[in-house]
């Protein structure tokens, strides 16, 4: 599976963008996906994750309310709705795939097989 992540802008606090992650190969029907962000020198941090086959979907406490995660089967692609924006928000966002991943792992970036690149959020106040 290759991933590649997009939408990444600048934006007022309080406003809006979505991210992208378009996948090549096998359907992410079969993979768990997930968001993760990491701002420069620090760990990354998860943001969503969803078990597509289950319908299991599990936020950070930091995003919920805020952000939603979806998918266009069609299309192969998996995206991040951000709303309410706040200048935290702003770092760089990756998405990511795995087989395999049980509920409880979905916050873990070990459990996850395949990364697309960063794209850069920036929220402005």
């Known amino acids: 599976v290759q991933l590649q992540a997009s939408g990444g802008g600048l934006v007022q606090a309080g406003g809006s963008l979505r991210l992208s992650c378009v996948a090549s190969?096998?359907?992410?029907?079969?993979?768990?996906s997930g968001w993760f962000r990491q701002a420069p020198g620090k760990e990354r941090e998860f943001v969503v994750g969803?078990?597509?086959?289950?319908?299991?979907?599990r936020y950070a406490d930091s995003v919920k309310g805020r952000f939603t995660i979806s998918r266009d089967r069609a299309k192969n692609t998996v995206y991040l709705q951000m709303n309410s924006l706040k200048p935290e928000d702003t770092v760089i966002y990756s998405c990511?795939?795995?087989?395999?991943?049980?509920?409880?792992?979905?916050?873990?970036?070990?459990?996850?097989?395949?990364w697309g690149q960063g794209t850069l959020v920036t929220v402005s106040s």
């Open positions: 990511a795939a795995g087989q395999r991943i049980i509920y409880s792992n979905l916050d873990e970036p070990s459990s996850y097989n395949y």
């Open positions: 190969g096998p359907t992410l029907s079969d993979y768990a």
């Open positions: 969803i078990r597509w086959s289950a319908g299991s979907t």
